[in-house]
Nanobody, 119 residues
Framework: HVQLVESGGGSVQAGGSLRLSCALS????????MSWFRQAPGKEREGVAA?????????ADSVKGRFVITKDNAENTLYLYLQMNDLEPEDTAMYYC????????????WGQGTQVTVS
């Protein structure tokens, strides 16, 4: 069955770094665009970064130059990462990994989320 399992969230001071991970399995992930979304309290969910099946990446303007999305294949599992540097309090949110068959920012599958808090 389809699984997207995030890890790596936590609390960090402004200027610090965190690396989020997501393990994806149970579907033909090699044909999907993978992405990270976030949702802060009282705000809409927004796309943060995406990486296509060809490796091309896109970023929201608010995180360009600070966040890096990468992926790595292992046996039967794809690992998606989000390296977050120079974190700001505005980055505080629940972060979700996602996979979209046709559109990076219209996912078919979602993870359960991992909390990032920057103080």
């Amino acid at each position: 069955h389809v699984q997207l399992v995030e890890s790596g969230g936590g609390s960090v001071q402004a200027g610090g770094s965190l690396r989020l991970s997501c393990a994806l399995s149970g579907f033909s992930y090699w044909a999907y665009c993978m992405s990270w979304f976030r949702q802060a309290p009282g705000k809409e969910r927004e796309g943060v970064a995406a990486i296509g099946s060809d490796g091309a990446t896109t970023y929201a303007d608010s995180v360009k130059g600070r966040f890096v999305i990468t992926k790595d294949n292992a046996e039967n599992t794809l690992y998606l990462y989000l390296q977050m540097n120079d974190l700001e309090p505005e980055d505080t949110a629940m972060y979700y990994c996602a996979a979209g068959r046709r559109d990076c920012y219209t996912p078919n599958y979602w993870g359960q989320g991992t909390q990032v808090t920057v103080s």
